[in-house]
Each structure stands twice: as structure tokens, then as C-alpha cells.
């Protein structure tokens, strides 16, 4: 495997964005990118790792894309804290009131005030509300309250 690393640091009026990539060839025709980069800005700071394979193109001679994953953390001015990653459509926006599951940028379910909110759930084996208990025997077909 041989590698090549790179790091630089980029100051606008608006942003400070750190990063450092890593470029590996682990195949004669493939090639990784491996990074990170931390961007501050006067609204959030943002963490970034990214990941991009790609591979030689038998025909030119060019490098092709195929396949570039990004996760990210980042910290907002309005106190909450934002997980996600690129190749998936859940995140997690974490507030100092508030625990939001997001799909697609939208709220699915969160916790606030000791109550969990959800349109839909699905319980396999057992809910408990206050001293009353329900448990799916294990052939599945018979609920025993408690």
C-alpha cells in the first residue's frame, strides 16, 4: 500500500476550515481517500470524515468514483448537536431540551421532557406502563398481562 498524506488550513472572513487527507493505492487500479476536516464558522463547528475509493478506468487511463461516505458532528450556535452520514438518511439532532431521531431531515420521533414521541412503534417483547406489564409469550401469539 502506498500512500501519500496532505494537510492545510484555509481562513476566509466567514469560515476556518481544517483537513488533512490521506490518498492510499491498495489495488494496482484502486485508489482510497481518507480524511478529515474541521470547518468553524461563526454559527456551528463541523466535523467531517470522508472516505472515497475509486478505481482506474480500464478504457482512459482516469480515475472513477465509486464510492465517497461522509460522517459528520456538528456543533450549532443554537446549543444542539447534529450526527449524521452521508449514506444514510437517519440522524440524531441532540438539544439541551430536546432529543430528535431525524429520516430525511425529518423529525421521526424525540424525547422531551421525560416523554418519548413517536407516530409509529413496534415493541417485540415486552411493554411496561407504571405496574402493568404485556409480554408476547415465546410462540408469539398470546399477550400475558401482568
Not at 74 to 98: A, H, M, R, W
Request: aromatic share 8%; no cysteine.
Amino acid at each position: 500500500m502506498v500512500g501519500d498524506a496532505v494537510s492545510r488550513i484555509r481562513m476566509t472572513d466567514e469560515e476556518i476550515v481544517s483537513t488533512i487527507m490521506e490518498s492510499s493505492r491498495y489495488q494496482a487500479d484502486k485508489e482510497a481517500l481518507i480524511g478529515s476536516a474541521v470547518q468553524q464558522t461563526t454559527s456551528n463547528l463541523a466535523v467531517r470524515f470522508n472516505t472515497i475509493e475509486a478505481q482506474q478506468a480500464v478504457v482512459d487511463g482516469k480515475m472513477e468514483t465509486i464510492n465517497n461516505v461522509e460522517s459528520w458532528f456538528k456543533f450549532n450556535n443554537d446549543g444542539t448537536f447534529d450526527i449524521g452520514k452521508s449514506d444514510s438518511p437517519f440522524s440524531v439532532k441532540l438539544g439541551t431540551e430536546k432529543l430528535q431521531f431525524m429520516k430525511d431531515d425529518k423529525e421521526m420521533a424525540y424525547f422531551q421532557n421525560n416523554t418519548l414521541y413517536n407516530t409509529a412503534a413496534e415493541i417485540s417483547n415486552r411493554l411496561k406502563l407504571g405496574n402493568f406489564t404485556i409480554t408476547v409469550t415465546d410462540d408469539g401469539d398470546t399477550l400475558v398481562w401482568n
